[in-house]
């Protein structure tokens, strides 16, 4: 009879721990059943999937990497004057691991650019807009155009001489608009630079940041993806080029400096193609821009077909992959400099009939060869139906053996990476420090994946 007491005693120890623990559980869901938390469904999955249906969610990922990134850099950055540049280089130079944060919050900022964008083009091509409504896709444009202006006023705030001529663009573009370009400008930029560097510091860090959280509650769908290792190897990619190419500070903008030839990010630049054509500022700057943001605003209410896969859908898959097209030729024009030219007008200068000739040509040659292309799949009886079939079935070609050796290589050699890091770290490489984390990461989401596959259904 002593031997059954003190052996269930712990039984009955253990079972009262599940029991409270369980009663938690219930307690906090109970709680969060009428907030808005358990309204979207997380789901992981078992296998790998194609990362393209849920480049929204990794847009997402990189908005939250951006907001502990950036409120670390708030507090050292100082928003006047005389402080914005020389308090980025303090970042930069003696905070510490400082430049590694300013790099990762850099690229990020452009890696969420190109997600958003990216995601656009899946979800036009594949025609998922069909089975959403109308709000997810509108707020979805949206809320692309507004990540644009976010990155724009981040980079502003440098002060340093590129910051001041996109500063300057966006005053002279603001200005152009019909009726209330004036009110406009002095509400947005003030009165002056110490104005300026105040209120787009307010909207980089708040106004535009509550807007995209509205638009995003708004956009996403109930059910959401999250597959650590393609986030990992996002993260990863992020860490890797900002190891590779670490972004400068530039030069401090003062009166006395000239600017000179200076680029805007490469999300900007097919507007910087039009504004050199020296047309009109309100047509260059502001129409052409709405125009193209407009047509994919009208598109879930002019695409009324059923038809789902690019294949079936001829003239939007054309117009979808001539606005591809445009936009590589207009970033072209915007990055070439004429080195040779005499004066710097005629160094930026680009003739409107030569970029809008090419426009249509580029337009012309992508509306005839889609059609030619998919007209020959259609001869071969390959359409959208037939590529809805059943997927086949991912075949283990590894052994579990084999996947446990190539775990431990990798271990190994995350070993070895973490000590090279902390090295590089302690040495002051903080670019070889980026990339060595970027490695990291890349090589954890490997190993998670290989991790995953390995486990059975």
């Not at 003696?94 to 990216?118: C, D, K, Q, W």
């Not at 050199?276 to 709405?290: C, D, E, Q, V, Y």
Request: some cysteine.
């Amino acid at each position: 009879m002593a031997t059954q007491t003190t052996t269930s005693a712990p039984q009955k120890e253990r079972i009262t721990l599940r029991y409270l623990l369980r009663k938690l559980y219930d307690w906090t869901i109970d709680r969060l059943d009428r907030t808005g938390w358990l309204a979207y469904k997380f789901t992981i999955p078992k296998r790998f999937v194609s990362p393209l249906p849920f480049l929204g969610f990794l847009t997402f990922i990189c908005f939250l990497i951006l907001g502990v990134t950036g409120a670390l850099l708030m507090l050292f950055y100082t928003p006047s004057l005389t402080g914005a540049w020389t308090s980025v280089q303090t970042i930069n130079n003696t905070v510490p691991y400082g430049e590694i944060i300013r790099n990762i919050h850099y690229h990020a900022s452009n890696a969420m650019v190109f997600l958003a964008l990216a995601h656009l083009y899946y979800n036009y091509f594949s025609g998922r807009f069909k089975i959403r409504n109308e709000i997810i896709w509108v707020t979805g444009v949206i809320f692309g155009t507004v990540t644009v202006l976010e990155a724009f006023t981040g980079y502003d705030i440098i002060l340093n001489t590129r910051s001041v001529l996109a500063v300057s663009i966006g005053v002279s573009l603001t200005y152009s608009s019909p009726m209330i370009g004036p009110q406009l400008v002095h509400t947005i930029f003030g009165s002056g630079f110490p104005d300026f560097i105040l209120r787009f510091y307010d909207l980089h860090i708040f106004i535009v940041p509550v807007i995209m959280i509205i638009l995003a509650l708004l956009h996403f769908p109930r059910i959401l993806t999250f597959d650590i290792p393609i986030i990992s190897a996002v993260f990863g990619a992020i860490l890797l080029v900002g190891g590779l190419y670490p972004i400068s500070l530039g030069i401090q903008y003062t009166p006395s400096v000239n600017v000179g030839y200076t680029l805007p990010e490469w999300y900007l630049t097919s507007l910087y193609a039009f504004l050199r054509t020296f047309m009109p500022k309100f047509i260059a700057g502001i129409l052409i821009p709405t125009l193209f943001i407009l047509m994919f605003l009208v598109i879930p209410f002019v695409d009324k077909s059923k038809k789902f896969s690019w294949k079936d859908r001829p003239f939007f898959t054309a117009l979808g992959i001539a606005s591809i097209g445009q936009i590589l030729l207009t970033s072209y024009w915007g990055f070439y400099i004429n080195e040779a030219a005499a004066s710097p007008t005629q160094a930026l200068f680009i003739d409107p009939v030569q970029i809008f000739g090419a426009m249509i040509l580029v337009a012309a040659l992508c509306f005839v060869g889609t059609y030619a292309y998919l007209r020959r799949l259609a001869l071969k009886g390959v359409g959208g139906k037939a590529s809805r079939g059943r997927r086949p079935t991912a075949v283990n070609f590894l052994s579990s053996k084999w996947i446990l050796a190539l775990l431990a290589i990798m271990l190994g050699f995350q070993i070895f990476l973490n000590a090279n890091a902390v090295l590089a770290a302690n040495e002051g490489f903080p670019n070889l420090t980026m990339f060595d984390l970027g490695a990291i990461v890349m090589l954890f989401a490997i190993m998670f994946h290989l991790y995953r596959y390995s486990r059975p259904l």
